[in-house]
C-alpha cells in the first residue's frame, strides 16, 4: 500500500469518526451540501443524467427516477462523467486485470458478480478508492476493534480473490506489514481454507456469511483451530443459525456487515448487536 493511501486514509478514518458524534442538524446540513454537489457535478459532466433529471434538476432526491444497474451498463458511456472513459476499454482492461493494476494508470475497478443477470461495472478514483478503504475500516471501529492501518493486526478474509471482484481490490490494496492480510478464495476446497487459517492463526476473521457457518462447524469439530478476536460476516444474509453457531466456535458474537461493489460498506453492527447502524456519510 502507498504512502499516500495510508495518510488519505487514516485523515478519512478520523474525519468519520468526528461525524459519528454530529448532532442530526449537522448530519443533515453536511448530507444536503455533499448532495448539491454530486448533483452539480453529475449535471455538468453527464449527457446522461442531464437527460435523465431533465426538469427535475432542483427537485428532491425522493422524487427522482429510479436508476438500475441495467440503465447504467446500456448508458455507460453516457453516464460516467469522465471523457475518457468508455465500456469497451474497461471491459478489455478487466480481461487481464492484474493485481493493484489501475485502468489508465488512474482508476480502480470492480464488476459485480452479475448474479442478477447482468453485471456492473463501476471505477474509482484515487479520493473516491481511498472513500471506499475507509467505510470498511469504519466497521472495525464500530465493533470496538483496533484493527487498521496504525494497529498491527493479522487479518485472514476468505472471500473472492478474482481480481475484479471488490474484496480482492481492497484486499490488495490495503496489504501492508501493518495489516498482514491471508486471502483465501471461498471456492477453495474447505481442507485447504482450513490448513491455511490454521497456519496463519488470524486475529480478525471476515467472511462471506456462509463460510462463516461452515468454518464454525469446521471449529466446533476440531478441525479447525483458530481464536480470533473479531469475526466478522459479508457479503450474504448472516442468518440467525449461523450466529449461534458462530458465537458456540469462538466464544464471541460475530459482527455483521453490509457491503455491496457500487456502494462499499452501507452498514454494520457495532459492539451492542442490536442491529446495523447506516454509514450515511
Known sequence: MSTRIILKVL?????????????RRQLEDHQAHALHLLREHAYARSPFYRRLHAGLTD?????????????????????VTGPSLCLADVEAHLATLRENERFHGRYWVASTSGSTGRRGLFLWNFAEWTTVLASYNRSFDWAGSRAGLTHRTKMAVVSSTTPWHQSARVGASVQSTWVPT??????DSLESIIERLNGWQPELLVAYASMISLLAEEQLAGRLQISPEFVFSASEVLTDRARRRAEAAWGKKPFDMYAATETAGIASECDLHRGMHLSRI
Open 182 to 187: 491471508l486471502r483465501l478464495d471461498s471456492g
Open 11 to 23: 485523515w478519512l478514518r478520523r474525519q468519520l469518526r468526528r461525524r459519528d458524534r454530529w448532532t
Open 59 to 79: 427537485r428532491p432526491l425522493q422524487e427522482l427516477p429510479v436508476l438500475t444497474k441495467a440503465q447504467v451498463m446500456e448508458h455507460f458511456d453516457e453516464l
